[in-house]
């Protein structure tokens, strides 16, 4: 399955995209979305603790199962 992630703010700085594809396998969870972006954009891991993952328009957890179409979109605490 392919999630496509959205990028706001700062973070569309960071990766350089305001959105990318991300093939994740059937089951798969915030947590290992959030696994491989870190590998591909080290800087965004820094601001582990204080991002806001909303999927679809629906702020979730990060254990939330992804599902087929859904977008995840990354977001900048507000500060």
């Known amino acids: 399955m392919t999630t496509r992630v959205e990028f706001y703010a700062v ?5 350089g995209a305001s959105e990318i594809a991300v093939p994740l396998p059937e089951g798969g969870t915030v947590e290992m979305l959030l696994a491989d972006l ?7 891991a820094k601001w582990d603790e ?8 629906d702020y979730v957890e990060r254990v939330h199962v992804i599902r087929p179409g859904e ?5 900048p605490p507000d500060e």
């Open 11 to 15: 973070f569309r700085d960071l990766t």
């Open 71 to 75: 977008v995840i979109s990354i977001i």
């Open 38 to 44: 870190y590998k591909r954009f080290p800087t965004l």
């Open 50 to 57: 204080r991002l806001v993952i909303a999927a679809d328009l």
